[in-house]
Structures are given as structure tokens and as C-alpha cells.
């Protein structure tokens, strides 16, 4: 099945300062790529996502990009703020799976004030 | 309405108990999801159905049962539950299992077995 990496697992950043987040899979296959917030105690929340036949997608400070050869794709937030200071998860969808998410292991993001 | 609502918030239940989640979206969704979450870790996967009926069961313990009454709901019936159960549980839904769209998630039942 799909196993998806996720890194780093913590990153601190100053207010307004950029955040970069890596993921790669490793089914060729998969297709759909979301990336996913979740605050503490509060539901995981789509925040961008990307299909394979797309190599960047931005959404006013986010941003994702997918290299389909290199199998990795990454998550840039920039001007970071407070507000963003949550754990970010990472997915694959693959159809040969069905098309379930396979989620990375997250990266707890701190905006330091 | 782009709401996922889950039932209850919270739940304390002993390992001889029998309880159910509840899971209810309007918004027209033929995939609905159940997952469990453990602290820190990432969502995993229990079960999907897709237009009503069970596409995949990740190996769930018997001691879960889902069940989907029709489109717009879906349960998690728990028995026999073991303290290691304890976790948020996500129920999520999407406009179609093939689809490769947004899954829209609740907000969870917090779930602790003693």
C-alpha cells in the first residue's frame, strides 16, 4: 500500500518567517494530494490540496508543489502568523487503495510571537 | 450546511458497556468514513462506505461495528471495548469514495474506556 513520509515533525518559526513542510510517497499511482490543519483539540481541516496533473497551487500564504518523478511534494506557508500554529498532516490518494488517504505522521508547527 | 456533526463529544464508558457514535452530514456526500485518532498521531482509517455499503474494513476488531442507516448517517456501535480504545474517533465524509475530493471531517468523539 501507499506509505507516505512526513518531515520535519516539529518546526518553530518566527512571526513572519516562512514554513516549509516536505512529504514523498511511494505509490506512483496516487493522484490526490490534500494537506490537512488541525488546532489543538479541534478537526483535521483541508486547507490546499493538489492533483497530479498540477505542479503548484498557491491559496494567498499557502502554497503546495508536487515533483510526481521525485514522488514528493511540500507545503510552503509564508508571513506565518500566530494563527498558524497547529499540526499539519499530509495525504496521498491512490486508486489502486481504493482511493483511501494515507496520512503522514504530521509536523507540529510553532509560530513563535 | 458544510458541517459533519458527531455524537456525542465526549464519552466515558466501561470495557463491559455497550454505546454508539453518531455521525450525520447534509451535504449530499455518498462516502462516509470512520477514523481513529490517537494523541499526536495521524488519523487511521477503521472504516469507508460508499453509497450505503461497506467498501473497506481496515481489519477492525469485531468489537466495532459501523452501520449506515442511509445517506446522510453514519454509527459506530463500541462493545466490549478494552482501555486501549480510548482515542478521538473522526467521522468524515466526501462527496464519493473514487471522487478525490475534499473529506470533510467532524469534529470527533473523545472516547475513554475504563
Known amino acids: 500500500g501507499e506509505n507516505v513520509e512526513q518531515h520535519p515533525s516539529t518546526l518553530s518559526v518566527q512571526e513572519g518567517d516562512s514554513a516549509v513542510i516536505k512529504c514523498t510517497y511511494s505509490?506512483?499511482?496516487?493522484?490526490?494530494f490534500p494537506w490537512y490543519k488541525q488546532e489543538l483539540g479541534k478537526r483535521p481541516q483541508l486547507i490546499i490540496d493538489?492533483?497530479?496533473?498540477?505542479g503548484e497551487k498557491k491559496d494567498q500564504r499557502i502554497a503546495v508543489t508536487l515533483n510526481k518523478t521525485a514522488k514528493h511534494f511540500s507545503l510552503h506557508i509564508t508571513e506565518t502568523q500566530p494563527e498558524d500554529s497547529a499540526v499539519y498532516f499530509c495525504?496521498?490518494?491512490?486508486?489502486?487503495?481504493?482511493?483511501?488517504?494515507?496520512f503522514g505522521a504530521g509536523t507540529t508547527v510553532t509560530v513563535r510571537a | 450546511d458544510t458541517e459533519v456533526t458527531q455524537t456525542p463529544k465526549h464519552l466515558v464508558m466501561g470495557m463491559t458497556n455497550k454505546k454508539s457514535l453518531k455521525c450525520e452530514q447534509h451535504?449530499?456526500?455518498?462516502?462516509m468514513y470512520w477514523y481513529k485518532q490517537k494523541a499526536k498521531k495521524p488519523p487511521e482509517l477503521m472504516f469507508v462506505?460508499?453509497?450505503?455499503?461497506?467498501?473497506i474494513n481496515e481489519s477492525v476488531p469485531s468489537r466495532f461495528s459501523p452501520e449506515c442507516p442511509n445517506s446522510s448517517l453514519l454509527n459506530l456501535h463500541l462493545h466490549a471495548l478494552q482501555p486501549e480504545d480510548s482515542a478521538l474517533y473522526l467521522c468524515?465524509?466526501?462527496?464519493?469514495?473514487?471522487?478525490?475530493?475534499?473529506?470533510?471531517f467532524g469534529q470527533g468523539t473523545r472516547l475513554t474506556v475504563v
Open positions: 468524515a465524509s466526501s462527496l464519493g469514495q473514487a471522487l478525490n475530493t475534499e473529506a470533510f
Open positions: 505509490d506512483s499511482a496516487s493522484n490526490y
Open positions: 493538489i492533483r497530479s496533473n498540477v
Open positions: 495525504a496521498a490518494s491512490t486508486p489502486s487503495g481504493d482511493y483511501k488517504l494515507s
Open positions: 451535504m449530499g456526500h455518498r462516502a
Open positions: 462506505y460508499s453509497y450505503e455499503k461497506l467498501s
